[in-house]
């Protein structure tokens, strides 16, 4: 698996909801084994140093 690679899934390192690191590839995002709650990762885009002007 290359690094950046289109249609490559971001892998989160804990749950946003209860913190675990019980975590699973779903079918469209990721389950949390922990609180039994599925999400999936975005990325909005990039960001310039200082904020946004």
């Known amino acids: 698996m290359s690094a950046g690679g289109a249609g490559e899934r971001a892998v989160p390192f804990h749950c946003p909801y ?19 709650r599925a999400f999936t990762v975005t990325m909005l885009g990039m960001v310039r140093p200082g904020g946004a002007r």
Do not use: I
Request: aromatic share 10%; with cysteine.
């Open 18 to 36: 209860c913190g675990e690191t019980d975590l699973f590839p779903a079918e469209k995002g990721w389950e949390c084994r922990a609180c039994l």
